[in-house]
T-cell receptor
Framework: DTAVSQTPKYLVTQMGNDKSIKCEQNLGHDTMYWYKQDSKKFLKIMFS???????INETVPNRFSPKSPDKAHLNLHINSLELGDSAVYFC???????????FGPGTRLTVT | AQSVTQPDIHITVSEGASLELRCNYSYGATPYLFWYVQSPGQGLQLLLKYFSGDTLVQGIKGFEAEFKRSQSSFNLRKPSVHWSDAAEYFC????????????WGAGTKLIIKP
């Protein structure tokens, strides 16, 4: 009965590679998010999608591209990975306003 | 500029003692306020929220928080902490005029002494 799930949980890769992180929610929510949490635990919104449409697109490198094939999924693709991309990436979803966000377990990305 | 401040990076409390975690915000509009908890290696779990109405809100795990508009604060409290409360706690604020995008505090790490 997992609400928001992410795969993989851990991702170790080399600089320059391309990788994807997948997110799925089974809560019936219409808004999904990607956050980046750095080594100091600071949370930063990256993207938000509502009904498959991009509504928040913070200043992130264009190497990061979100893709929402349907309301239940929001994937994050990262091109040409850099050392500074190492972080924990969280997916979240919400419904209604004001939105209560429900978070996935996170994906720890390590770029070597 | 909108901001959320959690003044305490770390707080150490003895098991069974009371707890208060501080959160102050700077926001022009009527805020919506949240507290989340992140256990080690886990995602964030919503503890409680304030949207309107009674300024003292109850949450899960025995937590409560009080919204004080005059002090721009939304402090989290628990009367008696348990070792399992050791975690990172985040305050977040959103508003309708910013599309409810949450502004997050830097977090407070709660350490429980046996």
């Amino acid at each position: 009965d997992t609400a928001v799930s992410q795969t993989p949980k851990y991702l170790v890769t080399q600089m320059g590679n391309d990788k994807s992180i997948k997110c799925e929610q089974n809560l019936g929510h219409d808004t999904m998010y990607w956050y980046k949490q750095d080594s100091k635990k600071f949370l930063k919104i990256m993207f938000s999608y509502n009904n498959k449409e991009l509504i928040i697109n913070e200043t992130v490198p264009n190497r990061f591209s979100p893709k929402s094939p349907d309301k239940a999924h929001l994937n994050l693709h990262i091109n040409s990975l850099e050392l500074g991309d190492s972080a924990v990436y969280f997916c979240a979803s919400s419904r209604g306003t004001p939105p209560e966000q429900y978070f996935g377990p996170g994906t720890r990305l390590t770029v070597t | 500029a909108q901001s959320v401040t959690q003044p305490d990076i770390h707080i150490t409390v003895s098991e069974g003692a009371s707890l208060e975690l501080r959160c102050n915000y700077s926001y022009g509009a009527t805020p919506y306020l949240f507290w989340y908890v992140q256990s080690p290696g886990q995602g964030l779990q919503l503890l409680l929220k304030y949207f309107s109405g009674d300024t003292l809100v109850q949450g899960i795990k025995g937590f409560e928080a009080e919204f004080k508009r005059s002090q721009s604060s939304f402090n989290l409290r628990k009367p008696s902490v348990h070792w399992s409360d050791a975690a990172e706690y985040f305050c977040a604020v959103g508003a309708q005029d910013s599309n409810y995008q949450l502004i997050w505090g830097a977090g407070t790490k709660l350490i429980i002494k046996p």
